[in-house]
């Protein structure tokens, strides 16, 4: 069974202080790993999609990377617009559904 | 490009009750995927629809079910509602099978209240 872990639950910055995100996951096979945030009383919005190990993506102050057992979600210079929900979701080769961690709670103070 | 569409955004029902929930997918995408979200449970995978047709499941009663339409719109039914069926309702899309076409976008939900 497909498994995604994220860490920490929540997470306090003060602007432009730097930080990364974790994401742990356990699957037979991957067939991707997405990176999604969501605000409150909203659907996830879509950040990255990474499929192999080694691969990295950015996006203004976001980057993000994957080994074979987890991901990073890197926050540069945060901004308090960056304050947010960050989801990160796994799919395996053997069924196309996403398997979702539970979360990290940013929040960004100016 | 308009992005993933649902209807109703908001529904209030009360147990024993059915609901149908609506979404229509970013023009183009032909897969559609529905997800509940509870803050208990998180986000978890209802089922997925392409080309009409039923492709995955995950671990609901048969309470839930859905459809989709030959124009990829989706609709999902909970029958016999119950108190723990409270949730966020989301619906997303992608194009279809394979590489980048996989990725989901999903929809803005909708928010089921069983009383």
């Known amino acids: 069974e497909d498994q995604v872990t994220q860490s920490p639950e929540a997470l306090r910055l003060q602007e432009g202080e730097s930080s990364s995100l974790n994401c742990s996951y356990t699957v037979s096979g991957l067939r991707g790993l997405f990176w999604y945030r969501q605000d409150p009383g909203k659907g996830p919005e879509f950040l990255f999609t990474l499929y192999s190990a080694g691969e990295e993506k950015e996006k203004e102050r976001l980057k993000a990377t994957l080994t074979k057992k987890e991901s990073f979600l890197h926050i540069t210079a945060p901004k308090p617009e960056d304050s947010a929900t960050y989801l990160c979701a796994v799919m395996d080769t053997g069924r196309r559904a996403l398997t979702f961690g539970s979360g990290t709670r940013l929040q960004v103070q100016p | 490009k308009a992005g993933v569409t649902q209807t109703p955004r908001y529904l209030i029902k009360t147990r024993g009750q059915q609901v149908t929930l609506s979404c229509s997918p970013i023009s183009g995408h032909r897969s559609v995927s529905w997800y509940q979200q509870t803050p208990g449970q998180g986000l978890q995978f209802l089922f997925e629809y392409f080309s009409e047709t039923q492709r995955n499941k995950g671990n609901f009663p048969g309470r839930f079910s859905g459809r989709q339409f030959s124009n990829s719109r989706s609709e999902m039914n909970v029958s016999t509602l119950e108190l723990g069926d409270s949730a966020l309702y989301l619906c997303?899309?992608?194009?279809?099978?394979?590489?980048?076409?996989?990725?989901?976008?999903f929809g803005p939900g909708t928010r089921l209240l069983v009383l």
């Open positions: 997303a899309s992608s194009l279809a099978y394979g590489g980048n076409q996989e990725t989901q976008y």
